[in-house]
């Protein structure tokens, strides 16, 4: 193995995984299922979306079938959309028009969209096949880890999925400079969530080191995104179905998503709308004990990543709390938020008041 | 609790759960979801289908709601067509409407299809909410031990599901005595294989107590769902997902899929089909070593349930045997195949050659 490759193993017992991080990666593909054993009898599936299709699914399968893989290939539309029950049914019929058995491999190749819809098949088929992260976002940094896979239903994002563990992630960094820059500063926004619910001093570098993250230097990158995914393993390892702790992964997400869904996920990237979210969460901490510099130092930190910071004023405040109330972590009518207590510190609060929530975003549309 | 009736544990770790069997149970629904400690806060939803909402839903919604169970009912068309991704999207927007949360309950009241529907359904919502399985026929006595849930796929039987254990089995034996009596019969295939593959003495009491069984005796019958319960139970115990042991379970199955699929799944119940299969792998048992009375005793057993255990001429071998390979129970291209080797003895072979399997499917054609 190269040196310059970073391994992390996401602590889960039985379903325990590595995490590979570094450059040039996905051509050695191969390899990689070879060490972790999957087999070469029974056909693998990759599937990705058009857009990561024309730049990396052929080095992948090329590298695949040279180590002797039944290598098969399904893409699906770019974009959210994708994840739906319609869009799985066809993947489901490529795996059985594949030949795809009980001892096949499902490989993601892509973004969290795709990660999410082919986790879910590989999770479903044949009740539970291999499965396999190949991360080509900076964004998937995030949702690789943890097992959380789901499709949409019309009424609400991930309502229908699993928790399910992949064999291994890898990820390849280079696959990273063909994003669009807007795509890559939005996946910043769980970078910096993951050192303000956890790490001061990640937090702190990751304000230090933005410039260098958002060129993608190497170096830089393969800390960040090393540092990313273990707190996030920590994180999962101590709350693997989401029962407690992890739902400080929630940072800036009940927000966030209620803003994604009055904007009919269209205006913003999740990791934009999460980025206003994270705003409001460190608003909302005067209402409880907290640190005096929250607020500043958490949009000093997304700030530095180009990333909003308000809510532009045609959302409606009363729309937003409506789309709010119907997220699917409100648990039995509680509301719950994530506050920020202190830089790499937060607290899980039932007890926010939706009228403090409606000043907060009245304040969110208002120019500082 | 009524004397009367017996409790089995489904011994799996952390998901270990008990099965009650007994009369007039689905009144006392509501207590059993209060003993395991099922919240009133959340919303619970029952589904079902047409036939088992005319006669049992009812009385389950009203003893819920007595209780002061936030009761939901989704009703689905009766039928295996109701096993889809279509159906589980509506069962998911039911489950929505109802304003269903993480702490919610799926309850399945009826058969093996809306046991597979809602439990997939109970699996995959917000990745996996509360399930309990209320069982209303005989051949749910197999499908509620053992966690499998599934939709079918246009392609093929069962192959978007999942492993996941209820909380538990309310299953009330005054519920079949609505079952027309064309299903009682198809319901104790299962009931002769559980004998067949692990207990001669309960294989012997079942061809003695067929009489009693078809006529729905009650201490017959639950004496014999309860050994059908615990037999299925000990083999899901030693290997919940289906990676060696459990594969006995499917005796007479891999020639029963195949008629099944090949007869459009409409002129045989899944019972009736298994019947033959076993005849089939009774045959099959020649090959092998094997106890010379293998074929005349399970042919005597299943006739005494009155069950087919001859194949209509009309079927063709040929396609039979496609469709056999196919079956998704085929890893890497190997038939498997459970021999008998004596009365609740069964072998698991991948070395049946499929001359064998041709032979043999001529033979079940003919009049002997």
Redesign the interface.
């Given at each position: 193995m190269n040196p310059g490759i970073k391994e992390l193993k996401v602590k889960l017992g039985k379903r325990s995984y590595p995490i590979y991080i570094g450059e040039g990666l996905l051509s050695g593909t191969g390899a990689y299922l070879e060490r972790h054993e999957v087999?070469k009898?029974?056909p693998v599936l990759v599937v990705t979306d058009e857009h990561v299709a024309a730049l990396h699914l052929g080095i992948v399968m090329q590298d695949l079938e040279m180590k002797g893989y039944k290598a098969f290939s399904h893409v699906v539309p770019a974009g959210e959309s994708s994840k739906s029950?319609?869009m799985?049914?066809k993947v489901?019929?490529a795996a059985?028009?594949a030949g795809l058995?009980?001892?096949s491999t499902v490989l993601a190749l892509g973004g969290g969209v795709v990660g999410d819809l082919a986790g879910?098949a590989a999770?479903?088929?044949?009740?539970?096949i291999r499965f396999v992260q190949l991360p080509t976002t900076v964004l998937a940094h995030d949702s690789s880890v943890g097992g959380?896979v789901?499709v949409n239903?019309?009424?609400?994002k991930?309502?229908?999925?699993?928790?399910y563990q992949p064999e291994f992630v890898l990820y390849d960094v280079s696959a990273l400079k063909t994003l669009p820059i807007r795509e890559i500063r939005a996946g910043y926004a769980e970078l910096v969530k993951e050192g303000l619910i956890w790490d001061h001093n990640f937090a702190l570098w990751c304000g230090d080191h933005a410039d260098d993250l958002l060129s993608l230097n190497q170096e830089a990158l393969i800390y960040g995104l090393y540092q990313g995914c273990r707190i996030k393993s920590l994180v999962v390892s101590q709350d693997e179905?989401?029962l407690g702790l992890r739902a400080i992964l929630n940072l800036g997400h009940t927000i966030g998503h209620a803003i994604e869904a009055v904007s009919g996920y269209h205006e913003f990237l999740h990791g934009e709308a999460i980025s206003i979210g994270m705003i409001g969460s460190a608003k909302l901490a005067r209402y409880f004990d907290y640190q005096e510099n929250i607020y500043t130092e958490t949009k000093r930190l997304l700030k530095a990543f180009g990333l909003p910071v308000r809510l532009p004023e045609h959302y409606g405040t009363e729309a937003i709390l409506k789309a709010l109330m119907h997220d699917?972590k409100?648990?039995?009518?509680t509301m719950t938020f994530i506050i920020p207590k202190n830089l790499g510190e937060v607290e899980i609060r039932r007890d926010v008041q939706s009228a403090w929530v409606r000043e907060v975003i009245e304040e969110l549309k208002k120019k500082e």
């Open positions: 087999p009898r029974s029950l319609a799985l049914e489901i019929t059985l028009e058995d009980r001892a879910f999770a479903s088929f044949m009740r539970g959380k789901a239903h019309p009424l609400a991930n309502m229908i999925g699993a928790f179905t989401e699917k409100f648990t039995e009518g």
